[in-house]
């Protein structure tokens, strides 16, 4: 019983060390980030190319299949979609970068360091977070620009925000995965754009599912996009969401169980 005692309050630091080294790692990531500007490109120009685009050049035409063709109710539907799709493209960076820094041998005067192995997977993982409430930010103020208006409540609209950035640092640990795999960044932007933009354009985010072939549904409906898409709609626009938020943490329960050790283990062989 003493032996216990004493043990678990020696752990409790060791743990918050830990922690704290994740912490000062992404800061050095976001330093990073921060001096070279054009990485942040993906997170406020694209949703607003993205939403100038589907709401001018499709939004009269892709509007018709709400039933109504009105370009407003166009923007209703699309803009919670659109949150979605962006943020599972902006998770390519990570894996770039993290290619890169291997290339670099940053990672290797992080071995000599007293921290954990994942740490600076970590670390890295959790200064996207900024990324990705960036490109939540962005795309609801500009769309509130264009006419898009949160139907619901404020909570609500946090409960989006919040559900949106918890899915992209998950899927996020896809992306570290492939960028540990293969031997240049270039082939991580690749493979990953092979994957999300499948599972974008193969979801809910642009049109209803309804409005696609039978065989396409049937991906719709266990797509993770398209679970966090109607998650997002329903949170913003209102409308049943229990069933589709339970999706979404599943598959973000998934895609960390799944992937973490996976990138934990490519990592310590890469290194």
């Excluded at 500007?37 to 607003?48: A, G, R, Y």
Aim: aromatic fraction near 12%.
């Amino acid at each position: 019983m003493t032996a216990v005692a004493i043990a678990v309050p020696a752990r409790r630091p060791r743990q918050f060390r830990q922690l704290r080294y994740a912490l000062v790692l992404a800061k050095r990531n976001m330093i990073k980030i921060m001096r070279a500007p054009e990485q942040l490109l993906d997170v406020t120009l694209q949703p607003v190319i993205f939403l100038l685009l589907f709401y001018y050049v499709f939004g009269g035409a892709l509007g018709g299949s709400l039933g109504g063709g009105s370009r407003h109710q166009y923007l209703q539907f699309l803009l919670p979609g659109m949150l979605g799709q962006t943020l599972a493209m902006s998770s390519i960076a990570i894996g770039q970068n993290m290619n890169a820094d291997i290339a670099n041998g940053v990672f290797d005067r992080f071995r000599s360091l007293p921290i954990g192995r994942a740490i600076p997977l970590v670390g890295a993982v959790l200064a996207e977070f900024f990324r990705y409430l960036m490109v939540c930010v962005i795309s609801i103020g500009f769309g509130y620009l264009l006419g898009f208006r949160v139907q619901t409540s404020p909570l609500a609209l946090l409960g989006a925000v919040g559900l949106s950035i918890c899915f992209a640092l998950a899927f996020a640990w896809v992306s570290v995965w492939v960028g540990m795999k293969v031997r240049t960044s270039g082939s991580v932007q690749g493979l990953m754009m092979l994957l999300v933009l499948p599972l974008s354009f193969g979801s809910n985010t642009f049109v209803k599912a309804s409005t696609m072939p039978g065989w396409l549904q049937a991906f719709v409906k266990v797509n993770p996009i398209s679970h966090l898409v109607s998650s997002v709609r329903g949170l913003l626009t209102g409308g049943p969401v229990a069933a589709d938020v339970g999706w979404t943490l599943a598959w973000v329960a998934g895609l960390l169980v799944v992937f973490f050790p996976l990138a934990l283990r490519a990592y310590i062989r890469r290194t």
